[in-house]
């Protein structure tokens, strides 16, 4: 990613009509009367949300929830291809900073997909359809590689290609997600540089998510029982709380107790609230309750950052998240519904 400066931008534009897309979104008043639906009167509710062109698109050939997951990620394709193109100068190059973590997510759905060995046919009926012109390219990987070091090498071209192209062919595929993951963030770090108020507050952001990655990452180590090298090995550099061998500090904590009193030591986190979510998971048998606050924590500083830079490239990258987080919901719901969970299990997720 090229280093961000600050000229020929169109803040003020691309602001306003970020601001009126995230206002057609689903609310939470809509999002609670879809979780009553049925998974068949879902098709249709999610089509009026603004899913209707991309449902049509699909109709013909899937149903339920095979048919609203399709729809949902390419009207996503879709927006993030057309909210790059209303960006201009250095504001498209700010606004790519964040978007180009969907390229790196294709990425790995491209390797699973060739090491599970996924047939072409269902990767492009089902995972990457073929009807979504965005595939094209994704597709043509699958179709020529059958093994993980070829479809890696096919990616030299691309930003995430020299990621991979530090790996060898005995590298599994959670190391080459491990590698696309430090490349994207190291990028993203790398390219907010610039001490001007935009550019500052995005690299926090970034930062703050490295942050909640690792925090996550710690959480599910030990939930798995990871030795503390192992755990080392999936966390992140580059973010505030914790760098360099502050990292190894971090890993080596053997308990929720042991993280909390860590997290307690630093300013830039509210240890007290993720006690009490964090407290919700003991005896739950899941850490539902510790990633959800993670999850609207990091969107609700989101969304105060780009109060604060109305004139940058906030507002449009905290539509792009919003976005994002309304297609998750949705998929959580038709999914959820259709796999017979308790809407009120699927509530505690989205609202």
């Known amino acids: 990613m090229p ?22 979104l689903v609310d939470e008043t809509r999002m609670r ?17 603004g899913y209707r062109t991309e449902i049509d698109t699909y109709a013909m050939r899937l149903s339920g929830a095979d048919l609203v997951e399709v729809s949902l990620n390419h009207n996503l ?15 498209k190059v700010q606004v790519k900073v964040f978007i180009d973590r969907y390229s790196y997510k294709n990425a790995k759905t491209v390797l ?23 595939n094209t390219d ?13 479809a890696a090498d096919a990616m030299l071209g691309t930003p995430w290609g020299r990621a991979l192209s530090e790996t060898s062919a005995e590298s599994t595929l959670q190391e080459m997600e491990d590698a696309l993951d430090r490349h994207y963030f190291s990028e993203a770090l790398s390219a907010t540089r610039n001490p001007d108020p935009s550019s500052s507050t995005l690299r926090r952001f970034i930062q703050t998510e490295i942050d909640y990655l690792n925090i996550t990452n710690i959480l599910r180590g030990l939930r798995e029982g990871l030795a503390a090298e192992s755990r080392a090995e999936m966390l992140l550099p580059g973010g505030r709380l914790w760098n360099g061998p502050q990292l190894r500090v971090a890993a ?7 993280l909390v009193d860590l997290l307690r030591r630093s300013a830039h986190f509210d240890a007290a609230g993720f006690d009490e979510a964090l407290s919700a998971t003991e005896g739950a048998g899941t850490l539902d309750s510790a990633l959800n606050w993670l999850s609207h924590s990091l969107h609700d500083q989101l969304r105060r950052m780009s109060y604060l830079h109305p004139l940058s490239a906030l507002p449009v990258i ?23 969970l308790d809407r009120k299990v699927i509530e505690e997720h989205i609202l």
């Open 252 to 258: 080596a904590v053997d308990s929720h107790g042991a």
């Open 138 to 150: 994704w597709l043509a990987i699958v179709r020529n590689n059958s093994t993980l070091k070829t």
């Open 318 to 340: 905290h539509y792009i998240a919003s976005k994002a987080e309304e297609v998750g919901k949705l998929l959580m719901i038709i999914r959820g519904l259709s796999a017979g």
């Open 77 to 91: 394709s879709r927006e993030l291809s057309e909210v790059t193109s209303y960006c201009q100068g250095a504001l």
């Open 33 to 49: 009367q879809l979780l009553q639906m049925s998974p068949s009167q879902l098709v249709t509710g999610i089509a009026d949300c």
């Open 112 to 134: 699973r997909a060739v090491a599970n060995e996924v047939v072409l046919d269902e990767v492009s009926k089902f995972i990457l359809p073929e009807e979504n012109e965005f």
């Open 3 to 24: 280093v961000i400066d600050s000229s020929g931008s169109n803040p003020a534009t691309a602001a306003t009509r970020s601001k009126a897309r995230r206002a057609k």
